[in-house]
């Protein structure tokens, strides 16, 4: 079986800070890499970040750009987000996600999905 959970979601106030993970099983880890996505209500999924298992690059969309800090521990099988300065914005269900066939920012090129973990930024 293949399985991706998130977990570290909640509520916060704008400027604060939270730390999402995400445990894979059933993954050969370095053949994929793996992103983050969120989705808030009426709106379409959106990239967030992605790293290589392999090298550990990363990459990020614009908006957490200097915010966010995407990792990952290959002895632990898990990935993190670790989020900084938090704004209203960021409010979404947030999604790790695993991509076998390269590096991507589409949704569509992802192959296999966590069930998500909601992310609430007050003001």
């Known amino acids: 079986q293949v399985q991706l959970v998130e977990s570290g979601g909640g509520l916060v106030q704008a400027g604060g800070s939270l730390r999402l993970s995400c445990a894979a099983s059933g993954l050969t880890f370095t053949r994929y890499t793996m992103g983050w996505f969120r989705q808030a209500p009426g709106k379409e999924r959106e990239f967030v970040a992605r790293v290589s298992w392999i090298s550990g690059s990363t990459y990020y969309a614009d908006s957490v750009k200097g915010r966010f800090t995407i990792s990952r521990d290959n002895a632990r099988n898990t990935v993190y987000l670790q989020m900084n300065s938090l704004k209203p914005e960021d409010t979404a269900v947030y999604y790790c996600?695993?991509?076998?066939?390269?590096?991507?920012?589409?949704?569509?090129?992802?192959?296999?999905w966590g069930q998500g973990t909601q992310v609430t930024v007050s003001s």
């Open positions: 996600a695993a991509d076998a066939r390269g590096s991507s920012n589409r949704v569509s090129d992802y192959d296999i």
